[in-house]
């Protein structure tokens, strides 16, 4: 055995125990809500033991086909250099799309409006999550039910309070709750199973597909409920960077499936010998003197779970910002060791507002739950899209075999999907219309920018021209070095026109700074900067970065020194463009749109602060753009 197949081996239980606190939260939770909504939700099944017997076989195989199958065995393969996600698909679909504008163009609609919904599921969890779990106490004692919303809203507030401090301190907590939890979730279907064993025939498949075929109308209703045992399927492919494919496939398939299984068929179990039991059935597993130890644990597993789903908003939006769909926003870092520790005041406040929002809005999980499906199977659906396009386009699969293995999934994800359209009365209609605003700003944003590039191009002046123009002479130089920012490495960036118009000098030594990030996760250090020298004292440099990287510009410009560029930051000065955007009728985007656009490009963050530049060392220069 080699000395890295070893290490990999000594780290693996401990990043399957990390990967049990983070991947696992939202899924792990779902016992709490999830057969109620089944029996007596929207569309509630009567409870029968044929029909407990099918729910329960319909809920066996959605989570070996759509989780286990779909996300943990094939999903994880369709991986951007070890990062999943709908961001990361997305750059992956939409590599070798060049020839296909057209194709390119539902990728990233697609894309960007599965990342939209993943807004959404951020909002959902935290709420319908820790409501479950506290909706205990009326288990415990009827008379607790007036306290239920006030202290659903303290945790959720003390939650996003603490997320600026950061979860470093206490993430080591996140594992060991998470097994305790679903240990105790396994524990207490056991309990039930042994009264009912019969309940195990569900495994087979016959039950379920009976059950639907007897019932079609209430069968094809009832997976709006049963969908809500696989909230949280895209984490597992959303986290796998942090872990890798290994831990989470050993997690899931050694512990997580099994303790849930054996819980909802416990459920199963205790409906048949007791039907009431259905204003509750989670909780009425347990005896009696569980129930507080029980509440208390059930607190901390959706607390978790909220916070998986708010680090992972953080982590979207990053990527949406580095790939250009989002304005630029303040990111702090709140762990010097863990580079994904992450916070972003402005999604943590707007995450804040809309989840207290749904608590006092619904107020009841039952509510809620009809609101969720829609999020969670309108993400599903997204990702089946993009896996096609990147087996059919990417990994060259032959017309039929990518559409026979994309097909039966998308057939399972569009049953989920609609079954839940007659919902959006009901709630569905939160996370679509919360969907729509996010892609919105998404969509306007990137559009925007792209406009705003072309009216830039338009007035810009080649740069090799330019150069060569200045041996001529005339030109006083200054001592020091000069670093302008570039978005167009072949034209004179309008910060250095204006800085001429204005100072009429330039320094010895001018550096243009060209920063791409490309559609990997991470970019190298050996490949982080190409440095070319040219005449009259200009240099270029391109800085490359992943999608999830760090962007720290002064940093990367040391790795220059090796390609013979050497910077003396106490004697450099960094040049920045701020543009003052004016609308007009007529503009290729339509009115509203400009206005919208400029809103956000008028409240975006700094590039000096984005970039991490000193900001003693930094200049901006202004101009006007018509759009």
Not at 176 to 188: D, G, K, Q, T, Y
Request: proline share 5%; aromatic share 12%.
């Amino acid at each position: 055995m080699s000395q890295n197949t070893e290490s990999q081996d000594q780290h693996l239980a401990p990043l399957t125990l990390a990967a049990l606190g983070v991947v696992y939260g939202d899924i792990g939770t779902s016992p709490l809500y999830a057969v109620k909504e089944v029996f007596a939700g929207h569309h509630p099944v009567p409870i029968t033991p044929d029909n407990v017997i099918g729910i329960l076989s319909v809920l066996f195989w959605a989570l070996m086909i759509v989780v286990t199958l779909k996300y943990v065995t094939f999903m994880m393969r369709a991986n951007n250099k070890g990062e999943g996600g709908t961001m990361a698909i997305m750059a992956l679909a939409l590599r070798n799309s060049e020839n296909s504008p057209r194709r390119r163009q539902i990728v990233i609609v697609l894309g960007l409006f599965g990342a939209a919904l993943f807004f959404g599921d951020g909002v959902i969890t935290p709420a319908i999550s820790v409501l479950s779990a506290v909706e205990g106490l009326k288990v415990i004692a009827p008379s607790f039910d007036q306290f239920i919303i006030p202290i659903t809203l303290t945790v959720l507030i003390a939650l996003f309070l603490i997320q600026r401090h950061g979860t470093s301190s206490i993430g080591f907590l996140f594992g060991p709750v998470m097994l305790l939890w679903f240990s105790c979730l396994a524990i207490m279907g056991v309990l039930n199973i042994v009264d009912h064993p019969a309940v195990l025939k569900a495994i087979s498949p016959y039950y379920g597909l009976n059950f639907l075929v007897e019932h079609p109308l209430m069968g094809y209703l009832s997976l709006g409920a049963v969908v809500l045992v696989l909230t949280g399927a895209e984490a597992l492919y959303a986290d796998m960077g942090h872990f890798g494919q290994k831990p989470i496939q050993i997690a899931w398939i050694g512990f997580v499936l099994p303790a849930l299984l054996l819980n909802y068929f416990g459920q199963g179990a205790l409906l048949l010998a007791n039907p009431e039991a259905i204003d509750n059935p989670f909780y009425r597993l347990a005896p009696g003197w569980a129930l507080y130890p029980l509440l208390i644990l059930a607190t901390m597993a959706t607390v978790i779970a909220s916070q998986a789903v708010i680090s992972g908003a953080y982590s979207v939006t990053v990527q949406a910002i580095q790939l250009g769909y989002a304005p630029r926003l303040e990111v702090q870092h709140t762990s010097d060791k863990q580079i994904g520790q992450i916070y972003l005041p402005t999604v943590n406040w707007l995450l804040w507002g809309a989840v207290i929002a749904l608590v006092i809005g619904f107020g009841s999980s039952t509510r809620l739950a009809s609101a969720y499906g829609i999020a969670v199977t309108g993400t599903m659906l997204i990702d089946n899209v993009l896996a096609f396009v990147v087996t059919r386009w990417l990994w060259a699969w032959g017309p039929w075999r990518a559409v026979l293995g994309a097909l039966p999934f998308f057939l399972i994800d569009i049953a989920f999907f609609t079954s839940n359209l007659g919902k959006i009365k009901a709630g569905g209609w939160f996370p679509l219309v919360f969907g729509i605003m996010m892609f919105t700003l998404l969509m306007t944003w990137k559009r925007g920018r792209s406009l705003l590039h072309q009216r830039l191009a338009q007035e810009a002046i080649e740069l090799e021209p330019f150069i060569t123009s200045l041996g001529y002479g005339g030109m006083t130089r200054v001592a020091g070095t000069a670093v302008f920012l570039n978005a167009n490495p072949n034209g004179v960036p309008h910060a250095m026109l204006h800085s001429l118009k204005h100072y009429k000098t330039l320094h010895e030594q001018v550096v243009l700074v060209s920063v791409n990030v490309l559609d990997v996760p991470y970019v190298g250090d050996a490949g982080r900067v190409v440095v070319g020298k040219m005449t009259s004292g200009f240099w270029r440099v391109k800085v490359f970065y992943g999608f999830k990287d760090e962007i720290d510009l002064p940093q990367a410009l040391e790795w220059c020194a090796e390609q013979g560029l050497v910077l003396d930051m106490m004697d450099t000065s960094f040049f920045l463009g701020r543009e003052t955007l004016i609308p007009r009728l007529g503009s290729e985007m339509p009115f509203w749109q400009e206005k919208l656009f400029i809103a956000l490009f008028r409240n975006a963050g700094s590039a000096a602060s984005f970039f991490k530049l000193p900001p003693n060392r930094v200049i901006e220069l202004g101009t006007q753009i018509v759009l």
